[in-house]
């Protein structure tokens, strides 16, 4: 699965963020109520010792059942759940059960109407992690349980991917795995056109490509040169790799209309309306449109799409092959975004739950099951030792598109962190403008850029 996504067109996220709003006006009334009791269950957790026995008094012997949150589906689904059974056949002490959402916006929605009625489950997947919700005190600190835990092991997390669950100083979130968007390709088209991967390394260069790959009949496109995943992170990545930024040096102002994003914009709107050799799936239900791009290149109908490092276990790589996102005539190679996928604990749920919560998320992040999950599904380790894991190192001599990802995260970007959630709105919409409605980069990225600003300017006002 992926690292976050859109499903809806510009006029359904404008309904969705109204709805949003709403939301929150109702659940901080309920929140106002839960606050104390998340604050007591937090001093009487965090100031504790993180390693009491499990099932103590009268549950004496009987293992600690908590629910776990996660949105992913198809291949990844089901090695989700494969780990799950391990962990439960591995010890006594803890039953996972797992609680699958339609994805990663939606285990979020629902994590927070759960946390407002007071009853969320002991742990869940988040992307992104809620660093406001974390501030308020909604969930737990895990800074004991890794200090009481001698094997835990901090330092052998991958750094970015660990200071991502930080707020404010204590480790809010845990990665569960790291992920980066890249390209997969038809190998047999490529070779058919005599085009090599290696050789796509600006995105001037990859669309002369996709015009060379692309099929017209009677002016309309039957096989695409190339399909970008919707929504606004892939032109975003783009974006980065041409030198553009969020802030301004002085942290104040938004720079979305700029030339580095007004211009990289205007090239995929180019591309996908006016020349016709890319397009984007979009709408549906949950990972629709996402697997619905996968399936173009499987079955013969696009040459290569932009996809999550994720996608690995869903790909047939007798006939696919990987290489990193291109950069830009004059900035070379890319600089996407490497993400994290993050972990948190309600604060609200039982210490017992809580303990038993991190010992999944130990089980999770140990480096033999971040090597195995890696393995299975293309997505990023989250531990240094991971790559001197025997079955991992083998795996990857064998499977050199496993490296695609890992070698692309050395030069990529962390991703920008939204506090306030009006920012990335911002983006999202957009970019269904351009992807979807046809409307020049320059007004999309403009109006986005009076929104994120307005969002930007409430957020630095009440964090002077």
Not at 18 to 32: D, E, T
Not at 362 to 369: D, L
Request: glycine share 8%.
């Amino acid at each position: 699965m992926r690292i976050r996504e859109r499903t809806m067109t510009g006029s359904r996220e404008k309904n969705n963020r109204i709805q949003r709003i709403s939301l929150l006006l109702l659940l901080a009334a309920v929140l106002a109520l839960v606050a104390a009791a998340c604050s007591s269950n937090r001093n009487a957790s965090d100031g504790g010792k993180a390693s009491g026995s499990f099932g103590t008094g009268e549950n004496a012997g009987v293992p600690v059942t908590i629910e776990f949150w996660y949105g992913l589906g198809g291949a990844l689904g089901e090695k989700m759940e494969s780990l799950i059974e391990k962990f439960n056949s591995s010890q006594s002490e803890v039953v996972v059960k797992s609680v699958v959402q339609g994805s990663y916006g939606e285990t979020g929605q629902k994590l927070q109407a759960a946390i407002a009625a007071g009853n969320p489950p002991a742990v869940a997947i988040l992307s992104p992690p809620n660093y406001d919700w974390a501030r308020k005190g909604y969930f737990r600190a895990m800074d004991d349980f890794i200090a009481n835990d001698p094997d835990f092991n901090t330092d052998d997390l991958i750094n970015a991917f660990r200071e991502l669950g930080q707020v404010d100083g204590k480790q809010y979130f845990l990665p569960m795995y790291g992920t980066t968007q890249v390209m997969y390709y038809r190998k047999d088209i490529f070779e058919q056109h005599g085009i090599e991967p290696e050789d796509l390394t600006t995105w001037e260069k990859l669309a002369e490509a996709a015009a060379k790959m692309a099929v017209k009949e009677n002016g309309e496109t039957v096989f695409y040169g190339w399909e970008p995943m919707w929504g606004h992170y892939n032109l975003v990545d783009a974006a980065l790799s041409r030198g553009a930024k969020y802030l301004s040096d002085d942290g104040k102002t938004i720079l979305f209309d700029q030339p580095e994003w007004v211009e990289t914009w205007e090239m995929f709107r180019k591309w996908i309306h006016d020349d016709k050799i890319m397009r984007i799936h979009y709408g549906g239900q949950g990972w629709e449109y996402w697997y619905r791009t996968i399936d173009d290149v499987m079955q013969g109908r696009a040459a290569g799409y932009t996809g999550s490092s994720g996608d690995q276990g869903d790909l047939d790589f007798s006939i696919i092959g990987a290489f990193e996102q291109p950069g830009w005539e004059e900035h070379t190679p890319g600089k996407p975004v490497a993400d994290a996928i993050m972990a948190g604990i309600p604060a609200s749920v039982s210490p017992e739950e809580q303990e038993a919560a991190f010992k999944w998320l130990k089980f999770f992040t140990s480096t033999e099951i971040t090597a195995e999950w890696a393995m299975a599904t293309g997505y990023i380790p989250v531990r240094k030792s991971a790559e001197q894991d025997p079955a991992f190192a083998a795996y990857v001599e064998e499977r050199p598109h496993a490296l695609v990802p890992l070698r692309q995260a050395s030069h990529a970007f962390s991703p920008f962190v939204d506090p306030t959630g009006r920012i990335h709105d911002a983006l999202a919409i957009a970019a269904d403008k351009v992807e979807i409605e046809n409307i020049p980069a320059a007004q999309a990225l403009k109006e986005a850029t009076e929104e994120a600003q307005k969002a930007w300017d409430e957020y630095l006002a009440k964090n002077k």
